[in-house]
């Protein structure tokens, strides 16, 4: 997983396109009315990456460093340079629609600086317009063009053949490109399959989209790329299923499959609307959406914009005409005007107001431009049957702190509790978490009772009862709300960014400056803060006392009666990305001790089982006594607890052990006789454990007296060369397991020295799948703790050991007292078994 | 660049009468179907489908066109020539390469094909280079069983070039082919880079190649050829400034191509009052050894220092920074332990911390703590390791922050607390507006120089003011910022004032009253008074020091002296 990008659409116009039997291709509809040239787009193309807190100087490289660039093109493209649409209009609607967008062109990421100013362009407007309109030229008037475009010749390329029907229509014209979802018509005349087919889907489309295509097999490719929004797809596309009633009374629910199977009914008699002579006039449509993303960034941003806009807006659209031949009644209307407009020389600012207030269509691509264009959601009423919305969504927390050479996303929340740990077998953790609002609740219901006109009662129910200090789990617990039903609504409210799932806020948690706060947004909150919590010490103040050395969030808070505004301050803070919780992680570190105590056992064991062997052997003809035999040696194996294993195994894990006392860089001491084994199995054992090199304990509290020994040249180091050697030993040293084996059978040869030298101490990475001599450390390590509880305890904790579990999550998940659980950690930790650390 | 990303190359002639042709491809049979025995089975996409994309309306030639079907991007150079030599007085063609469609960095290629295209066209203006090739051709209707064969065999320039660069780009990503005597296509795959960063002036860069051992100078950039030796990770962008005797920003905008090309990363100022902390990416070190041995190769001093318990990073020996300075960076370690280890075989062995060592120690790091504290507690532990390296090795593998101080005025807090301070203030307390931190308006401007003019009325009028000692009088004033404020509220304006306006206001002012007080006094008001501006909690303590040229101690002793009595400036640690 990588750094999340900044969101930026990078939208700068969506034409709407349709290709009819009466008019053949036509531009429908693009929206913003002026958009500056394709050529302007392309020379703008500065990713966002490090926000607007460049100084002068840097704003001066940026622009400067195209001289660098080897790739930056002499030539100039006068021809693509002169192809200015209404140029002085795109200053304006830059301006206007995209304040955001700096004019920073970055070292030819196109390749070309292409640099073509307004001043250009209006020069060169004249010439390019001189087969336009007449009496104007350019700007507001300039009928002709769009984008730069002779809107004839864009209409060609926007229509794609019936081969594309349902599949991302990609084009790109140098820097800038289109991207659409092209939807035709069906042979029979329909545009959407009559009801009782149903079943037949798939061979449906099959039929649909054969055409010349040799490769068209790939068209039901189940890949989430080439299922575009078509029927069958709708299920994928939506990602909550809600419960039924839900839907309507959150007036901006996605496309819902309630919503058009109620409105199927009505559907099916779309012929008579659509088809009136069975021959539909309109054939296909194609809504384009006109990005210029950055090329590092072009896919990324090309599939977002598809997958979640264009794809899920043609599904929409494509509904809506299927009903009652939404598009095309829109389209005609649109056309109409814009001809006797142009005819009367009118505007296109003018004409695109008008159009907008009578065409649903067009105020539907207005609406998704604004909304989209701005990273915002866009919300659509098609009809009072059916509302929709789109976004492209945003990560809303990330792990990773960006460094000064990586795009920065400053005020995103930092945190690794919505990361999730794959091979986790928990139920999923999002019931343990709480749910922050951000926006208050009573706004949030406001809006949601603006956005519908149905009942938002029981919504607005379950957003009150929402309180960031609770988990999911225990407030559909205290109202007695269905926990499927409050997770719906949850995963809702994140969805369309009302919300953030976060370990529930408490007072015994720490909680830090976030090191990717947005400094620059201080002053504005300082006062939003100051407004919200007028009689509580100021923002600053609160950073400050989060400042120093990490405290639990109630020390903070002065008396028991500040509690509620201080956690309300908390969450005020997580919500704006101000401050995130400190987490707890540790893993189990194995001292020497342990190791060489379980290896005592199992040599014990290897010894004793040897005996049993030899014995077993004697009395191999008294059946009863051999049956005695057996019991005791399911009883010695189930005193150490462990199921029995091979011999064999036992003793690899052995050599496994050594391994790591010897690491392959001890040359000289492959030869000794005391370890002749050493190298078996050894990439195992390294992938695994931490071959420190000497016998420090990592702990500085615990077992203070080892501190000393780090210092001292160990003796087994003082030869170590250079780690050249290392390769070298691996191959002569692979076979001699079986030797060994031999030799640890037999009682007689010497048993290795056991003494701590032979050890280094080591963490185990994940307790969940510790190799059996690591099960046999930790469970020594169990058996050692004087308090029952841990003792108890323990294979528990184990569990959130690993590194990645945060110690903080225990109580929910296990639902313990979080004053037990920190009890048994701080029992654990004082005793030197664990190697924590804490982050976000 | 993906290795043999380029799945295929071809040219395709626009006829007037007999429309798009593919007349050469490699391989055979990619984009049409072909009867060559070495042919693809199956065209990769479907040739007229996309027609219209290869050959477009003029509108669309001599553009860079891609387009995507079936999974393949196509990368096309539509050219469009018009001559009255040619039939319809039009040649069209175009040389286009298909990629996979998920090739991230495909403006590489696009770029190729850009420049493909023009040279096409030169060719062909100069000397007919294509449409020599297709005499007869387009006679015979079984052109593609037979020309088609013909042409591609029987030595088609096209089609050799096609095969060239296809081979070429992929094997190699880049060729040289000769065409005659006067042109020779030279072409090269280059890769995208991200946009390179701001770069402040206390941003440490680090050179993670070693640019000294180039043979050929790296650029004619003077700025860039000056720097260069004093790039060490240690000093900031500003100090290396001032080694070099460059300008701040043309040095700034030197290390900004040096980063553009990954050839520096950036650190932060090390000081031992820092603080540093893991990220969650600490857990990555703890699980990969491979790392921590990394880890402890780079940070081990390199020579055994008897009875010295830490070797400071800062203090580094003479031999150290040279080696610093010939670029000894992460990647360039070996080589600077190969330069070391054949003087001090022994000793360096010694030297080498445990890996267990390291965690401990990269694990206590933690907020609130300064490095200085952290070396006090850990001192035993420290031993042989150089604790700048130490510091920086988790910066740059990311599982080690710095955490910034920024100081932060809380103006509402001073505002209460000048009530104590001078009777005047008091007076004008009262009515000062309690939002005053507001959002802007655009009134601000004007008042502010109305509130300057009071508030230099309001300096004579408070230097009888009993306190003798004039510099803490001056800082008395400086550190006010709800003077403007207060005027402009008793000036009737209703307006609330941006903040940031008030801290220039009140710069402006410090600096008047500093000249007003005394000249002895001169540098250290106009420093404090420009310290105002750095407290509205975007300018770390770093960038602070940088510019002001003064210590850190020093900076937060003003700082604090700013909110004398009021405690209006917090320190923020982020």
Known sequence: MALPLPPASNLHSILLVTKSRSLGPRLVFHYPPLSPSAAALAANKAPAWFGNDTSTGSIASHSDSSDWDSSTETEDDIEAGSRTSGGRGSGRTTASHREKDRHRPSPGVWGRQESVDEEDADGEDGEGKAAGAGKEKGGDYDWHTVLGFQVDALEKMLCPSKAFNKRRFELGVEGIVFVGAPRFVRDDG????????????????????????????SDEDPSPQTVSGSASGRASAEPFEYPVGFEPGYGHGLMSGAASEAQSEAGSDTRSNSTTDNAPDMTMFNIVFVLNPPALEYQLRVKEMYDNVARKFAKALKYEQARHNYIWKESKRVIDIKQRAKENGE???????????????????????????????????????????????????????????????????????????????????????????????????KELEGDSKGTTTGLAFYVRTITPT?????????????????????????????????????????????????????????????????????????????????????????????????????????????????????????????????????????????????????MEDNESLSERLFEGDKRTSWMINRPSTPMR?????????????????????????????????????????????????PSPSAQQAKQTQPHRPSPLHLKTTSPSQAPTMAAPF???????????????????????????????????????????????????FAEEDLRELWPMLLRHLDGRHAIEDIAPREGLKRKRVWNLFHGVRDGGWLVSVRHW | ??????????????????????????PEGSITPSTSPAALSQPLFAFDSITTYLIPTQQFCDRLLTFCVNHYRIIGYPVCIREGKYSRNEFIFNFAIVVEEGVADWVAYGEVVRKLGRLLRGLEEQAGFLSREEVGVWEDEGWQREGGRLLSGGGSKVYA??????????????????????????????????????????????????????????????????????????????????????????????????????????????????????????????????????????????????????????????????????????????????????????????????????????????????????????????????????????????????????????????????????????????????????????????????????????????????????????????????????????????????????????????????????????????????????????????????????????????????????????????
């Not at chain 1, 079943?199 to 489309?205: D, I, P, S, T």
């Not at chain 2, 290795?3 to 626009?14: E, G, N, V, Y």
């Open chain 1, 347 to 445: 505007p296109l600012s003018v004409t695109w107001h008008q159009l907008i207030n009578t065409s649903l269509l067009a105020k539907s691509v207005a609406i998704m431009f604004d909304a989209i264009s701005n990273d915002k959601i866009a919300h659509l009423h098609f009809d009072k049957h059916f509302s929709t919305s789109f976004q492209i969504p945003q990560a809303d927390s990330t792990p990773y702190l960006p460094n000064a050479l990586e795009p920065q996303m400053p005020g995103l929340w930092l945190t690794t509790s919505n990361v999730v740990i794959e091979e986790d077998d928990y139920a999923p953790m999002t019931q343990h978490a709480a749910l922050l609002l951000l926006e208050d609740a009573e706004t949030l219901v």
């Open chain 1, 470 to 618: 609770k988990s999911l789990q225990k407030i559909s617990i205290k109202h007695n709300i269905l926990a499927h039903d409050m997770m719906n609504i949850a995963g809702h409210l994140v969805y369309w960014r009302r919300a953030r799932f976060i370990p529930p806020l408490h007072p015994r948690d720490t909680y830090i400056v976030s090191p990717n706060a947005d400094m620059s947004a201080l002053q504005a909150a300082i006062s939003a803060y100051a407004a919200r919590f007028p009689t509580l010490p100021s923002l600053p103040k609160i950073l400050s006392m989060l400042s120093g050395t990490p405290r639990p969030w109630r020390t903070m808070i002065p008396t028991n009666e500040h509690r509620e505004a201080y956690m309300e301050i908390l969450a005020w803070l997580m919500r704006g990305g101000w401050v995130t919780q400190l987490r707890t992680f540790a893993w189990v570190r194995v001292t020497v001790e342990i190791k060489a105590q379980v290896a005592a056992d199992m040599e014990r064991e290897a010894r004793e089982k040897k005996i049993e062997e030899e014995r077993r052997r004697e």
């Open chain 2, 1 to 26: 660049m993906p290795p043999r990303a380029i799945k295929a190359i071809f040219f395709t002639r626009f006829h007037h009468e007999k429309g798009s042709r593919v007349l050469h491809q490699v």
């Open chain 1, 190 to 217: 329909y545009w959407k399959k009559p009801r009782r087919r149903k079943e037949k889907v798939a061979k449906e489309n099959l039929e649909g989209s054969v055409i010349k295509l040799k490769v068209t097999d």
């Open chain 1, 734 to 784: 692979s076979p001699p397991t079986n030797p060994l084996n031999t030799n640890l059978l037999s009682p007689s040869l010497p048993s290795p020295p056991l003494s701590l030298q032979n050890f280094t101490p080591s963490l185990v990475l994940s307790p969940q799948k510790a190799k059996e001599k690591e099960a046999r450390w930790l469970e020594k390590i169990g058996q050692s």
């Open chain 2, 161 to 574: 070039l096609c095969e060239m660069i296809l081979e070429d780009l992929n094997n190699y990503a880049e060729c040289m082919i000769p065409i005659d005597e006067s042109n020779t296509i030279n072409l090269k795959l280059f890769p995208t880079h991200s946009p390179p960063p701001p770069i402040h002036a206390h941003h440490v860069p680090l050179l993670t190649i070693s640019l000294h051992s180039l043979t050929s100078p790296l650029s004619s950039d003077l700025t860039l050829t000056r720097i260069i030796p004093f790039i060490n990770g240690i000093h900031s962008v500003s100090h290396i400034a001032q080694l070099a005797d460059t300008d701040l920003s043309l040095t700034r905008k030197a290390i900004q191509h040096l980063v553009y090309y990954n050839c520096v990363v950036l650190l932060d100022i090390f000081s031992f009052g820092a603080v540093y902390a893991p990220t969650a990416e600490i857990g990555g070190y703890i699980t990969d050894q491979a790392v921590q041995e990394e880890c402890a190769r780079y940070v081990r001093v390199p020579r055994m220092r008897f009875g010295s318990g830490v070797r400071m990073g800062s203090e580094s020996t003479p031999s150290q920074s040279r080696d610093r300075g010939r670029g000894s960076s992460l990647s360039s370690e070996p080589s600077d332990t190969a330069i070391n280890e054949p003087a001090y075989p022994s000793s360096n062995a010694d030297a080498t911390p445990t890996l267990e060592t390291l965690i401990t120690l990269y694990t206590s790091l933690r907020q609130g703590v300064t490095l200085r504290t952290f070396v006090l507690e850990n001192l035993s532990l420290l031993h042989g390791i150089d604790i700048r390296r130490f510091v920086t090795f988790g910066v740059i593998k990311g599982f080690l922050y710095r955490v910034h101080k920024y100081p932060v005025s809380t103006s509402t807090g001073s505002r209460e607390a000048h009530g104590v301070n001078g009777k005047a203030a008091a007076g004008l307390l009262v009515a000062a507006p309690l939002g005053s931190t507001g959002t802007g308006t655009s009134q601000a401007s004007t008042v502010t120089l109305q509130g300057q003019n009071q508030a230099e009325n309001r300096t004579e009028s408070a230097n009888p003011n009993p306190n003798p000692n004039p510099r803490s009088q001056q800082r008395l004033n400086n550190h006010r910022p709800s003077i403007a404020s207060t005027n402009l509220h008793l000036a009737g304006i209703a307006g609330l004032e941006k903040q940031a306006d008030m801290a220039h206001a009140e710069a402006n002012t410090a600096a008047r009253l500093g000249s007003i007080i005394s000249s002895r006094d001169d540098r250290e008001a106009d420093l404090s008074a420009g310290l105002v501006k750095f407290l509205d909690g975007m300018h770390c303590f770093d960038e602070i020091c940088t510019e002001t040229g003064v210590g850190e101690g020093e900076v937060e002793r003003r700082i604090k002296g700013v909110g004398v009595g009021a405690g209006d400036v917090v320190v923020v640690f982020r």
């Open chain 1, 649 to 697: 195994r036992r003793q690899d894990e052995d050599h496994t052990e050594s391994n790591i006392m010897l690491s392959p860089r001890q040359g000289p001491y492959r030869g000794s006789p005391a370890r002749p084994s050493s190298d078996a199995g050894s990439t195992s054992s390294n992938r695994t454990t931490i071959a420190a090199s000497s016998n420090h304990p």
